[in-house]
């Protein structure tokens, strides 16, 4: 691979000469600037980018941390990160925690020895749920930014990218409310994490809201057998006419079960959950659908960080809020 020194030795000029044409700067001529990159992109020059980062104490990566790869909702997400990234002239380094609590750490510890410039992560359901916010504190004061998404910890201080789950599931309540249902169930697996805990809320403020219904809500544990419970549910609540599901599998395993049971869709029960277009592909009618727009949320965050990277002085924090949108298909009336 051809150097700066043989660039330079060639056309006869100094090697910062050859450095400073390749970057457009000012203090050299048009026409050495001309030469330079003709015989630049002549041998293919690429810039030495371990020698770039030692000079500039940049990497140009970004440590990316997610819960689930196999997650639809997060590799849309990491696929926003990588896009928007790279478009910036940064690349991304991904790691996932599968939940765990120690694998986040063993990540940032992992990451923060210089390969990263900072990182964009979601948090691990061990970490919501034990409170451990710690390590992340550390990993800032080492002078390393982070961007949290979607699963954040209010407090640590650092910028984030969020979407309405609050607003999205009370306006979703209020939907079937409008619809006339009576008896309208929320249906959640993911309870633990702040995201499912923010969708319940929105849920119960609408139903409380109403004056006369009564919330009824079925909490899936990760050891419990999703269908049987839904099925349950279903079995033992033969009056549900709506329901609101945190999750895509609960709002796909609600329609069919309902379906299963006799029931039409949307006239006896309908149904809205958070999924994405291809989660509606499973259920028939349609899954009506809240929709987060995961590649945004990924744009967002990595926008943040670069910018932060930039302007590491900066003591203003933000926190985006992508507003949602419901795709209403052929589950509601």
Known sequence: ??????????????????????????????????????????YNYK???????????????????????LNRFLAKVLFGIEREANKQGYNIITCISNESLEKEKDSLRLLANGSVDGFILSIAEESQVNN????FKET???????????????????????????????????????????????????????VGKLRERGYNKAILESGKLKPIVLEIKKKDDHPKKINVLFKNNKTIDGVVAADSSSGVIALNT??????????????????????????????????QH???????????????????KCVDFSTKIIKTSLIKNKSIL
């Open 1 to 42: 691979m051809v150097t700066l020194k043989q660039l330079a030795k060639e056309l006869n000029v100094s090697i910062s000469t050859v450095s400073k044409a390749l970057n457009n700067s000012n203090e050299i001529g048009k026409e050495t600037v001309i030469r330079v990159k003709a015989l630049a992109k002549l």
């Open 47 to 69: 810039p030495n980018k371990v020698a770039l980062s030692l000079k500039n104490n940049k990497t140009k990566t970004i440590g990316v941390i997610i819960p689930n790869i």
């Open 132 to 135: 451990e916010i710690e390590h």
């Open 140 to 194: 800032i004061a080492k002078g390393l930014p982070i961007v949290m998404f979607d699963r954040v910890a209010h407090d640590v201080l650092c910028d984030k990218v969020i979407v309405d789950d609050f607003e999205a599931t009370y306006k979703a309540t209020k939907i079937l409310i409008e619809e006339g249902r009576k008896h309208i169930v929320f249906i959640s697996n993911i309870n633990d994490i702040s």
């Open 258 to 291: 309902a379906v299963n049971f006799g029931l039409k869709v949307p006239k006896d029960v309908s149904v809205i959950a958070f999924a994405s277009k291809s989660d509606s592909k499973h259920t028939l009618p349609k899954l009506t659908t809240i929709r």
């Open 294 to 312: 995961a590649k945004t949320i990924g744009t967002q965050a990595a926008e943040l960080l670069i910018n932060r990277i930039h302007n590491p």
